[in-house]
C-alpha cells in the first residue's frame, strides 16, 4: 500500500480540562512509553480477569459485592497487547474499504467511533475493562448502548454499576455527557482510577503521536500529526472528568 497520504482534518480547539479533585493517592511509580502503549508484557492477575493486582483485587471486591445483589460481573475484555489492537484495527480497516468500498479516512472515521487507534487504548494498561452481567443471556453482541437502556438485559447492571462502582475504584470512561467528544457513550467500560489516573497523566506527558505516525500497518499511511494531535485531544482526553 502506499505510504503517508493525508487525512484532511482540521484540527480542534483545545480541550478545557477543568479537573476535579481526585481522592486518590496516586503511586510513585515511572511508566515507560512502551508499557503504556502495550508494547511491553506486563504482570497480570486473575484467570479471565487479566489486570494488574491492585486493579484486580478491586474487581474480585466489587464482584463479591455485585453476587449478594443478584449480578454476575463478567469480563469481556480487560488487558490487550498492542498487537492486539493493531490486529483489531487492521481488521475493521480491511473491511469497511475491501468489503464495504468505504474511502480509507471514513473508514477510519467508523473505526474511532469505538475502536482506539493501535498504542492509545486504555485496555494496554492493566486498568480497564468491558464488562457485563454474566447471568444474563444475551444473543449477539453485547457491547451495544441500546443493550444498557429502556428494557435491555443489561439495565439492572448499569443501575448496580451507577450506584456502586466508585466505591471500589471503578469509573465509567466514556460517558453519555452530551458535549464530550470522541468515543461514544459505553456503558460497559470501566477505569480502576488510582492506577490509570497516574498512568494517563504519565501517557500525556509523551510524544506518543510521533511514535504512531511512524508505524506500518494497514490504515497508518492514512495518519497526519494534525490528525493524530486532534484524536488524541478528543478521544483520549475527552473522557469522564473524574479520569482526568
Do not use: C
Not at 482506539?116 to 451495544?144: C, F, N
Not at 437502556?149 to 455527557?177: C, I, Q
Request: net charge negative.
Amino acid at each position: 500500500m502506499q505510504r503517508r497520504t493525508f487525512i484532511n482534518r482540521s484540527s480542534s480547539a483545545a480541550l478545557a480540562l477543568a479537573l476535579a479533585p481526585t481522592i486518590f493517592i496516586q503511586e510513585e511509580k515511572e511508566y515507560g512509553i512502551l508499557e503504556l502503549m502495550g508494547k511491553e508484557d506486563i504482570e497480570l492477575f486473575g484467570k479471565g480477569i487479566n489486570l494488574r493486582k491492585e486493579a484486580h483485587d478491586a474487581f474480585i471486591e466489587m464482584k463479591k459485592a455485585a453476587y449478594k445483589d443478584g449480578i454476575d460481573l463478567k469480563i469481556v475484555s480487560s488487558y490487550r497487547s498492542y498487537d492486539r489492537q493493531e490486529a483489531i484495527f487492521e481488521r475493521k480497516f480491511l473491511q469497511y474499504t475491501d468489503d464495504d468500498g468505504m474511502n480509507p479516512t471514513d473508514a477510519i472515521d467508523k473505526i474511532i467511533e469505538y475502536s482506539t487507534i493501535p498504542g492509545t487504548s486504555r485496555h494496554h494498561w492493566g486498568t480497564d475493562i468491558d464488562v457485563v452481567d454474566g447471568y444474563r443471556k444475551v444473543d449477539g453482541d453485547v457491547l451495544v448502548p441500546h443493550k444498557y437502556e429502556g428494557d435491555g438485559p443489561y439495565v439492572d447492571f448499569k443501575k448496580w454499576m451507577d450506584e456502586n462502582s466508585e466505591t471500589y475504584g471503578f469509573y465509567l470512561v466514556y460517558t453519555n455527557e452530551p458535549k464530550r467528544r470522541g468515543f461514544k457513550y459505553e456503558p460497559w467500560h470501566y477505569s480502576y482510577a488510582p492506577l490509570s489516573i497516574p498512568m494517563l497523566e504519565q501517557y500525556r506527558s509523551k510524544n506518543v503521536a510521533s511514535i504512531i505516525i511512524r508505524e506500518d500497518y494497514y490504515g497508518a499511511e492514512h495518519f497526519t500529526m494534525n490528525f493524530l494531535k486532534s484524536y488524541i485531544q478528543n478521544n483520549i482526553l475527552d473522557i469522564n472528568r473524574k479520569l482526568l
